[in-house]
């Protein structure tokens, strides 16, 4: 069976976003989020743009990719700009307010799934965690469970190419069985039926699994945080980045 490539997933390379702290790119990533939803339209939008296009090359992740990783929404996303531009209450018809305001929403989640994939993709899910730790350490003193959280983060982001590859191993050997999975709505339901019905089964024996070997390990909740100070690439990307959300809020 090949293997499916899953958006986001961690990809080994050497690109200039795979050689930045994780630490910095976790911080990187609140600055798009706030500039993407504080850029006013279009003119902050379009800085937005250009900074996902400069994220984009600095880590070699395609554009497709990130089309790939709204499939799943895609149907939830389409249907949010058509609720918002057909007008049934008063004089029928179709609402270009509505519909400027659902587009410009759904090119801000586009744009967020963006920095988002860059991140995932270019970030081991232990360095991530780690990343984590660090950053919320001086929460701990509130009681706070860093550690929990940050192995947590670790442990879904290890399942996502997990539960693809589960949905795939899956799909076929049902489809070999003579499972339909295509056609009606109804018969797709009831297709996949059996595909989701023994996903979750494996999934729960897996989570089984984890939480057995991290007892026998005697997990305490504790994580391990980065000390490594800073470069000066870290420095400077944080500087760009800082100065880059600035502008897309304020333009």
Not at 31 to 59: E, K, N, Q, Y
Request: hydrophobic residues 55%; charged residues 15%; proline residues 5%.
């Amino acid at each position: 069976m090949r293997r499916r490539e899953v958006p986001g997933a961690y990809v080994r390379g050497d690109s200039l976003a795979h050689r930045l702290d994780a630490r910095v790119k976790i911080v990187l990533l609140v600055l798009a989020t706030v500039a993407t939803f504080a850029a006013s339209v279009p003119s902050g939008l379009a800085i937005v743009l250009a900074g996902l296009v400069c994220a984009l090359a600095a880590s070699r992740t395609s554009p497709l990719t990130v089309l790939r990783g709204l499939r799943p929404a895609a149907l939830v996303l389409g249907f949010s700009v058509l609720a918002n531009a057909v007008v049934l209450v008063g004089q029928p018809g179709i609402s270009t307010d509505g519909l400027g305001r659902s587009v410009t929403a759904v090119a801000r989640i586009i744009l967020l799934v963006g920095f988002a994939l860059t991140l995932s993709s270019t970030t081991m899910p232990t360095d991530v965690a780690a990343a984590l730790a660090s950053l919320m350490s001086p929460l701990a003193r509130l009681g706070v469970p860093v550690g929990g959280i940050a192995t947590a983060t670790s442990v879904a982001l290890r399942f996502i190419p997990i539960t693809a590859d589960e949905v795939e191993r899956i799909r076929c050997a049902q489809r070999a069985r003579g499972a339909v999975l295509e056609g009606s709505l109804a018969a797709t339901l009831r297709g996949w039926r059996q595909v989701l019905v023994p996903l979750v089964v494996a999934l729960l024996r897996r989570a089984d699994d984890l939480a057995e070997a991290m007892s026998d390990r005697c997990y305490t909740g504790e994580q391990t945080s980065m000390a490594e100070p800073l470069r000066p690439r870290d420095w400077a990307a944080l500087a760009l980045a800082a100065v880059w959300a600035l502008a897309a809020a304020l333009l």
